[in-house]
């Protein structure tokens, strides 16, 4: 059974770092494309990162330059370092993994697993 795990969501200040985890079980992450995908109140989920098979990444436009996405194989783990955060960044953050169609990488519906989410805030 898949699973993805989050962590590492809290209230920062503008212009703050936060990095997020995703730790995954029962898929191996480095041979996974995997995704960060995130959600503010009366938005739609929209994709923020992510990272394939080949260790290619992408950035949807409004956090380029801030955000990485990498993976920590070892420990099967997916991060997301973001940096200089502003209030529109705040939302639920969802750690997706494994491609079931073609399609965007930004896209919801080409990920078959997801994590519950963790929660980031940034306020002044």
């Known amino acids: 059974q898949v699973r993805l795990e989050e962590s590492g969501g809290d209230s920062a200040l503008p212009g703050g770092s936060l990095t997020l985890s995703c730790l995954v079980s029962?898929?191996?992450?480095?041979?996974?494309?995997m995704a960060w995908f995130r959600q503010a109140p009366g938005k739609e989920r929209e994709g923020v990162a992510y990272?394939?098979?080949?260790?290619?990444?992408g950035y949807t436009d409004s956090v380029k330059g801030r955000f990485f996405i990498s993976k920590d194989n070892a420990k099967n783990t997916l991060i997301l370092q973001m940096n200089n955060l502003n209030a529109e960044d705040t939302g639920m953050y969802y750690c997706?993994?494994?491609?079931?169609?073609?399609?965007?990488?930004?896209?919801?519906?080409?990920?078959?697993?997801w994590g519950q989410g963790t929660q980031v805030t940034v306020s002044s």
């Open positions: 029962g898929l191996s992450g480095r041979r996974t494309s």
């Open positions: 990272i394939d098979s080949l260790a290619t990444s």
């Open positions: 997706a993994a494994e491609r079931r169609s073609l399609g965007s990488s930004f896209s919801s519906q080409v990920y078959k697993h």
